[in-house]
T-cell receptor, first 114, second 113 residues
Framework: EAEVAQSPRYKITEKSQAVAFWCDPI?????LYWYRQILGQGPELLVQ????????DSQLPKDRFSAERLKGVDSTLKIQPAELGDSAMYLC????????????FGPGTRLTVT | GENVEQHPSTLSVQEGDSAVIKCTYS??????FPWYKQELGKRPQLIID?????GEKKDQRIAVTLNKTAKHFSLHITETQPEDSAVYFC????????????FGQGTRLTINP
């Protein structure tokens, strides 16, 4: 069964450093999502792509976060500079195009900023 | 935008008993309500979803009910088993532009043997 892949699974970084996360969605899924999940809370959408285009980044802190999906397949989420409050699980999900469809989540990247 | 509230935050039941988790939403235009299960250290996975054109949906021991008038929906798990222990998240879609899901805060369900 195809799954969403993410790397790295764990990342420890010092504040003010740059960090990047990678996501490879299920093949053929046009919609890709990046979520942030703080411990004890539900996932919060940071950015949503339809193919290579950003369709929602209203909750993305654009002064330090950036995301791209250049060829409409895999995606990278970057934080520069990292802050202590960025410590969280970063989840990637994908879904087929069109309508209200199931989102398939990756295993996540747990980020710890020291 | 949409706001989803989920209760309780923790729930402990005896094996074999039923568990109920409730969510309320704010946007009356929302029409899709999925439930995700996240086991410890694993990715969230969809367990059941319901659309606004039905009031109830069942899948073996799991059922979801939707009350559009009151803007709340609930997850019901019957004959609970130890493997049901996990964190459960409800969500509702937010319409307008790109459709997205807004998640509740989660319920940690523990099944006691």
């Amino acid at each position: 069964e195809a799954e969403v892949a993410q790397s790295p699974r764990y990342k420890i970084t010092e504040k003010s450093q740059a960090v990047a996360f990678w996501c490879d969605p299920i093949s053929g899924h046009a919609t890709l999502y990046w979520y942030r999940q703080i411990l004890g809370q539900g996932p919060e959408l940071l950015v949503q792509f339809q193919d290579e285009s950003v369709v929602d980044d209203s909750q993305l802190p654009k002064d330090r976060f950036s995301a791209e999906r250049l060829k409409g397949v895999d995606s990278t989420l970057k934080i520069q500079p990292a802050e202590l409050g960025d410590s969280a699980m970063y989840l990637c999900a994908s879904s087929p195009t069109g309508g209200l469809r199931e989102q398939y989540f990756g295993p996540g990247t747990r980020l710890t900023v020291t | 935008g949409e706001n989803v509230e989920q209760h309780p935050s923790t729930l402990s039941v005896q094996e074999g008993d039923s568990a109920v988790i409730k969510c309320t939403y704010s946007d009356s235009a929302s029409n899709y309500f999925p439930w995700y299960k996240q086991e410890l250290g694993k990715r969230p996975q969809l367990i059941i979803d319901i659309r606004s054109n039905v009031g109830e949906k069942k899948d073996q021991r799991i059922a979801v009910t939707l009350n559009k008038t009151a803007k709340h929906f609930s997850l019901h798990i019957t004959e609970t088993q130890p493997e049901d222990s996990a964190v459960y998240f409800c969500a509702a879609n937010q319409l307008g532009g790109a459709q997205k899901l807004v998640f509740g805060q989660g319920t940690r369900l523990t099944i006691n043997p």
